[in-house]
């Protein structure tokens, strides 16, 4: 730096920041030696605040504004510095100009799928992302915990931070909403609002204000996509005869269009044959619901009787068990039974279904 560039820096006394970027969030005044007249001009403009430190500590703070520099108007600086009676001299200190705007449509994103719990499909891997915005709440919080004494900061800077943060924070709020799958499309908004008031706080702390927190995207691995889809598709073919016969008459249309076809008689008899082979299959489902309607209904089944035996109830007995009992005389004619939807016991020779039972039992061999 030659003489004229060092008294030209010395006695400059206008202080600003015209921002010329896009992300730009800390930017230092260069002076030489850091060196600042008195009554120098200091122009902050909308979205920006000044900051003046002294030996790395944080003194004064100017909001938007145009400024003439006195020790009225810097009283912490004044007082750091021992100008109980005034100054007028050049002094030294650091000045950064924080962007106080908002620094919108920043991205996050999980990189690898995030492991979850869902209450219809169980276990399931989630991809998510979308996009923040943000600002400087307090600057002097944010230069002490973040940009520190780095002259130019930007948002690249902390985006990686911040996009972290995002996720880990966003992840766990859409696992403790316990939304199905399937239903977070449709509540974004109440789970981003969710989010943000989980990660708001420690923004905070880094002197940021998170202002937007938007969700554009909650995904599945492909495969469980891909199972989704024919699931989907089921449900909206419904009628498969309708199906089928839509399917046959797009083939036949695409037959139709196909140069090497056998022309206007390949494609007349191609349609007859598949509209042929339509009817079929259609014919095919409605045999098969008219069979299952001319089926003959169940066969009944046996009845059962009760035995007494003994005097003590025995049984139920089926009808070979009862022809068996009358083989060996347990069973008589006038032995009392009973089968379901009688009044009362009775003896076996009065029911007629019993006759031909009593009926089989063999005369006594001849002595």
Same mark, same amino acid.
């Given at each position: 730096?030659?003489?004229?560039?060092?008294?030209?820096?010395?006695?400059?006394?206008?202080?600003?920041?015209?921002?010329?970027?896009?992300?730009?969030?800390?930017?230092?005044? &260069?002076?030489?030696?850091?060196?600042?007249?008195?009554?120098?001009?200091?122009?902050?403009? #909308?979205?920006? +605040?000044?900051?003046?430190?002294?030996?790395?500590?944080?003194?004064?703070?100017?909001?938007?504004?145009?400024?003439?520099? %006195? %020790?009225?108007?810097? !009283?912490?600086?004044? %007082?750091?510095?021992?100008?109980?009676?005034?100054?007028?001299? &050049?002094?030294?200190?650091?000045?950064?100009? +924080?962007?106080?705007?908002?620094?919108?449509?920043?991205?996050?994103?999980?990189?690898?799928?995030?492991?979850?719990?869902?209450?219809?499909?169980?276990?399931?891997?989630?991809?998510?992302?979308?996009?923040?915005?943000?600002?400087?709440?307090?600057? =002097?919080?944010?230069?002490?915990?973040?940009?520190?004494?780095?002259?130019?900061?930007?948002?690249?800077?902390?985006?990686?931070?911040?996009?972290?943060?995002?996720?880990?924070?966003?992840?766990?709020?859409?696992? #403790?909403?316990?939304?199905?799958?399937?239903?977070?499309?449709?509540?974004?908004?109440?789970?981003?609002?969710?989010?943000?008031?989980?990660?708001?706080?420690?923004?905070? *702390?880094?002197?940021?204000?998170?202002?937007?927190?938007?969700?554009?995207?909650?995904?599945?691995?492909? *495969?469980? #996509?891909?199972?989704?889809?024919?699931?989907?598709?089921? =449900?909206?073919?419904?009628?498969?005869?309708?199906?089928?016969?839509?399917?046959?008459?797009?083939?036949?249309?695409?037959?139709?269009?196909? !140069?090497?076809?056998?022309?206007?008689? =390949?494609?007349?008899?191609?349609?007859?044959?598949?509209?042929?082979?339509?009817?079929?299959?259609?014919?095919?489902?409605?045999?098969?619901?008219?069979?299952?309607?001319?089926?003959?209904?169940?066969?009944? %089944?046996?009845?059962?009787?009760?035995?007494?035996?003994?005097?003590?109830?025995?049984? &139920?007995?089926?009808?070979?068990?009862?022809?068996?009992?009358?083989?060996?005389?347990?069973?008589?004619?006038?032995?009392?039974?009973?089968?379901?939807?009688?009044? =009362?016991?009775?003896?076996?020779?009065?029911?007629? #279904?019993?006759?031909?039972?009593?009926?089989?039992?063999?005369?006594?061999?001849?002595?």
């Amino acid at each position: 730096m030659g003489l004229f560039d060092k008294l030209r820096n010395e006695f400059v006394d206008i202080i600003e920041w015209v921002d010329g970027t896009q992300d730009s969030i800390v930017w230092k005044f &260069p002076r030489y030696q850091n060196e600042i007249k008195m009554n120098s001009k200091l122009t902050v403009r #909308e979205s920006q +605040v000044a900051v003046f430190m002294n030996e790395g500590k944080v003194a004064d703070i100017f909001p938007p504004g145009m400024y003439s520099l %006195t %020790t009225q108007n810097m !009283p912490i600086l004044s %007082t750091l510095k021992g100008w109980a009676y005034g100054f007028n001299s &050049p002094f030294k200190a650091d000045v950064y100009f +924080v962007s106080t705007r908002q620094f919108i449509n920043q991205k996050w994103g999980t990189m690898n799928p995030v492991m979850m719990r869902d209450a219809e499909f169980g276990p399931v891997r989630l991809r998510a992302f979308g996009s923040f915005a943000f600002r400087v709440k307090d600057a =002097g919080v944010f230069l002490k915990e973040v940009s520190a004494t780095n002259p130019d900061f930007s948002a690249e800077n902390i985006s990686t931070q911040l996009r972290n943060l995002a996720v880990s924070r966003g992840m766990e709020a859409i696992a #403790e909403a316990k939304i199905p799958v399937l239903d977070i499309a449709s509540q974004y908004e109440e789970v981003s609002t969710i989010i943000t008031g989980k990660i708001k706080s420690e923004f905070e *702390e880094l002197g940021l204000e998170l202002t937007k927190f938007l969700i554009e995207n909650v995904s599945l691995p492909p *495969e469980v #996509e891909a199972a989704l889809d024919k699931r989907s598709s089921i =449900g909206i073919v419904g009628n498969l005869n309708a199906y089928t016969q839509f399917q046959v008459a797009n083939s036949l249309e695409k037959s139709a269009e196909n !140069p090497g076809g056998g022309g206007t008689v =390949g494609a007349g008899v191609g349609a007859g044959i598949g509209l042929g082979i339509a009817g079929q299959l259609a014919g095919m489902f409605q045999n098969n619901q008219a069979t299952n309607s001319n089926m003959p209904p169940p066969l009944q %089944t046996e009845t059962e009787f009760f035995v007494a035996i003994d005097g003590k109830q025995a049984g &139920p007995f089926s009808q070979q068990q009862l022809t068996q009992l009358v083989s060996n005389n347990t069973l008589q004619p006038q032995t009392l039974v009973w089968k379901k939807g009688m009044n =009362g016991w009775a003896a076996a020779n009065t029911l007629p #279904e019993l006759a031909a039972i009593l009926n089989s039992a063999p005369p006594p061999l001849p002595m």
